[in-house]
């Protein structure tokens, strides 16, 4: 499954994209642990290992989905039937689902705003290296996420949270190529004279 070995490294990483149109096969074995192994390669200031990884997959994906569903009907009771089946379909029919468990610890030195982004910097590894074995995944959340009964299923009792959910599997179709943000809207060199400006603040002033 691992994407053509030819492939520069990092042209291997500008062609990666969301995509949320998966079927199966997902990364099983051996193969899952290497990705996952990705995630737990993140910054950690304080070494504090926040990541939580819970892989939902064959049968217990329609059973999950139900919390899932349970979970938005006490957290958005005004979300409508069309958006809960559309998530319960989602969750019960993804070849694989990887809940992004946050295990914070909020009396520590370090902030718990950087425990949350060594968190958010694994799933960006794990979303990495799924494209780099010829996987595909997309990042999923919503105020389900924060409903206490569905993150105990999850083994996150207060204080831990969850940053949502990674849908993983194959791309039903090739990845297009997407139009990307023009990097130099979005860096500028500090020069020591003045402040830095940036295109893209420009544009929306």
Not at 170 to 183: G, W
Request: glycine letters at 8%; charged letters at 25%; aromatic letters at 6%.
């Amino acid at each position: 499954m691992t994407q053509a070995s030819s492939v520069p490294p990092l042209d291997l990483l500008l062609e990666r994209s969301s995509t949320g149109d998966l079927v199966a096969p997902a990364p099983q074995g051996d193969v899952l642990v290497r990705i996952l192994s990705a995630g737990l390669r993140a910054p950690d200031h304080g070494h504090l290992c926040p990541w939580r990884y819970v892989v939902i997959a064959g049968d217990a994906r329609p059973a999950f989905a139900e919390h899932v569903v349970a979970a938005m009907g006490r957290q958005e009771p005004d979300a409508p039937e069309k958006k809960r089946e559309k998530r319960r379909r989602r969750f019960s029919e993804t070849p694989m689902i990887i809940a992004l468990g946050m295990h914070l610890r909020p009396e520590h030195k370090v902030p718990v705003m950087e425990q949350e982004m060594a968190v958010a910097a694994g799933a960006m590894n794990v979303l990495n290296a799924l494209h780099m074995e010829g996987f595909g995944g997309v990042w999923v959340s919503g105020g389900f996420c924060e409903d206490r009964a569905l993150l105990s299923q999850l083994g996150l009792d207060a204080p831990h949270r969850l940053a949502g959910f990674l849908l993983v599997g194959t791309a039903e179709k090739p990845e297009r190529a997407r139009e990307r943000p023009e990097t130099g809207d979005y860096m500028a060199f500090w020069t020591g004279s003045e402040p830095v400006t940036f295109r893209a603040d420009e544009r929306q002033r």
